[in-house]
């Protein structure tokens, strides 16, 4: 029946008795007439019904979770096909990226390692030079769209200090998000790598400068008297390109730890001091440091150790240990709340 208003087409249907149960308010049908052919770089996709659907046409349906049951005269949507039923309830993003790396059709959008929708097309704009990527995303993701959202494309990476991300060798190069704040927001352009991110835990998040960066990486330990006090979450050029600026986060209990004049060192590695008449000094912070590399600290004692520091405080990183540094021993005391209810900074 044509129906003017709407400006759509009312098909009725009748189920027969003994399937009606399988039909509820969650239930979505699709058109299964004929043959559909869909194809890309990455295979043919053939999809159809049964043979008398393929000559007759047809109708098909799928229900994702139960529903209420319904009466007779419950009007559905009749979607093109079952991709277009599947994602009739999720939220459509546009990504752009300047390089291809793998995209294509069908590709996954992760968010903290868990799938949370994929790649329904890819197709090039700005005469071949941009890709630009349309994604389906799970209907509770779109709490994640914010105006500072990001999204990046995650590869494998090989170097000397290590490997990421192997798991993209078996299943292919994924899309990762890093949620952001504001307004919401569909279309986004891709950053080249992975964000550096303020680490959200409870700690005291500073950045360290050095001239190399070394064999250090993201995830690297941060020890105080070998014991892990933090981590490296991140790194990135200066805006100069002088210097490496490595973003740590310092764990909420050692925080009273960190002072205005502590000092910063590169652990990694086994450090060779000494002569052929003085002897030869070999040094590793710990096994863990030597193997995966780290950063040790040292603070002054308490007349020179100086005031604690709040979040973004820079310190240089240096490339290796004075002796003096190892002498120190000073006594710090956990911030705690005198009877008067004010901070005290334990000295």
Known sequence: ???????????????????????????????????????????????????????????????????????????????????????SDRVKITIHFNRSDGLKKGVLVKYHGIEIGKVS???YENNMETITVEAMLEKDAATL???TTHFWLVRPEFSLVGTQHLDTLFGGPYIAIAPGDGALRVEYSALQEAPVIVDKRPGLNIVLETEDLFSLKTGDHV????????????YKLSPSFQKVLLNVIIYKPFMPVIRENTKFWNASGIHVSGGVLSGLSVSTESIEGLLAGGISLATPNNDKMGDTVTDGEHFPLYGEVEDAWLKWSPEIMPEEKNAEGEKRKGV
């Open 1 to 87: 029946m044509l129906r003017e208003k709407e400006d759509d087409i009312l098909l009725t249907c009748i189920i027969k008795k003994q399937y009606a149960d399988l039909v509820y308010s969650t239930s979505r049908f699709y058109n299964v007439s004929g043959i559909e052919v869909n194809a890309d770089f990455s295979g043919i996709k053939i999809q159809t019904g049964s043979m008398e659907t393929i000559l007759a046409g047809g109708i098909s349906f799928f229900t994702p979770e139960k529903g209420e049951n319904v009466i007779d005269g419950k009007t559905y949507p009749l979607y093109d096909d079952y991709e277009a039923a599947e994602n």
């Open 121 to 123: 097309n890819v197709f």
């Open 145 to 147: 769209l914010r105006d």
């Open 223 to 234: 020890y105080y008297r070998k014991v892990v006090v933090g981590e490296v979450i991140g």
